[in-house]
């Protein structure tokens, strides 16, 4: 399998559009289950994105962004909507995919690890499963440039559980000093803002996650 990983800060505010992509080959065994993780110096958790939570998946619950989903078995590609639904100790990223292939896949996001695990996924051979997360103000995650690059990675679980493929990929945040419109830069840096991850706790953008407590906030 590969990873691919691609990340823009807004221009007007600290919000990250961020893509990824996990690609197979219809010969390998379906994965059963796929966790995302990403550098917590790189990104870090929007509290603002909590005005587009809905604990409960609806039609009316806002859209944080989109899925594409690829197929041997199927010619066409198929394409879904992303939600941010769960609860406060849960939060999950849900993936809906309508007709003809009405298909729920569901996400548990892991705050302190900046991760999010997709399990039971359906044992049908995905040659690429794209996830894209919208920017702006209340997107998911957010930056403050401190460190531009990091390395993100991705840990696959076959269908049988007896096989786990781990890969990872390098990206750095365009719009972001030092990042080209390609996502490659110079390696990480500091500006002499804070973004750091030490055993439990996780601090990016001024906001410090420890359990599940949550300080340097403005109000």
């Given at each position: 399998?590969?990873?691919?990983?691609?990340?823009?800060?807004?221009?007007?505010?600290?919000?990250?559009?961020?893509?990824?992509?996990?690609?197979?080959?219809?010969?390998?065994?379906?994965?059963?289950?796929?966790?995302?993780?990403?550098?917590?110096?790189?990104?870090?958790?929007?509290?603002?994105?909590?005005?587009?939570?809905?604990?409960?998946?609806?039609?009316?619950?806002?859209?944080?962004?989109?899925?594409?989903?690829?197929?041997?078995?199927?010619?066409?590609?198929?394409?879904?909507?992303?939600?941010?639904?769960?609860?406060?100790?849960?939060?999950?990223?849900?993936?809906?995919?309508?007709?003809?292939?009405?298909?729920?896949?569901?996400?548990?996001?892991?705050?302190?690890?900046?991760?999010?695990?997709?399990?039971?996924?359906?044992?049908?051979?995905?040659?690429?499963?794209?996830?894209t997360l919208n920017g702006g103000?209340?997107?998911?995650?957010?930056?403050?440039?401190?460190?531009?690059?990091?390395?993100?990675?991705?840990?696959?679980?076959?269908?049988?559980?007896?096989?786990?493929?781990?890969?990872?990929?390098?990206?750095?945040?365009?719009?972001?000093?030092?990042?080209?419109?390609?996502?490659?830069?110079?390696?990480?840096?500091?500006?002499?803002?804070?973004?750091?991850?030490?055993?439990?706790?996780?601090?990016?953008?001024?906001?410090?996650?420890?359990?599940?407590?949550?300080?340097?906030?403005?109000?």
């Amino acid at each position: 399998p590969s990873f691919s990983v691609s990340a823009k800060k807004d221009s007007a505010d600290k919000g990250v559009a961020l893509t990824t992509n996990v690609t197979e080959t219809s010969a390998m065994a379906p994965s059963q289950s796929v966790a995302l993780s990403f550098p917590t110096a790189v990104l870090g958790p929007n509290l603002a994105s909590l005005g587009n939570f809905c604990a409960t998946y609806s039609s009316s619950c806002p859209q944080v962004g989109s899925v594409t989903a690829q197929s041997s078995l199927y010619p066409a590609a198929l394409t879904g909507k992303a939600y941010f639904t769960g609860s406060s100790t849960g939060p999950m990223l849900t993936l809906v995919f309508p007709a003809p292939f009405p298909l729920t896949l569901t996400g548990t996001i892991n705050l302190l690890t900046n991760s999010a695990t997709f399990s039971g996924l359906p044992d049908i051979p995905l040659t690429s499963l794209a996830v894209t997360l919208n920017g702006g103000s209340k997107a998911l995650f957010d930056t403050d440039c401190a460190t531009p690059s990091g390395t993100a990675t991705a840990r696959l679980v076959d269908q049988n559980g007896d096989a786990t493929r781990n890969v990872s990929a390098h990206f750095g945040v365009v719009g972001c000093p030092g990042v080209s419109s390609s996502g490659s830069g110079a390696g990480p840096t500091t500006n002499g803002a804070s973004a750091t991850s030490a055993g439990p706790t996780a601090t990016a953008s001024g906001t410090q996650l420890a359990g599940r407590s949550v300080t340097g906030l403005a109000s």
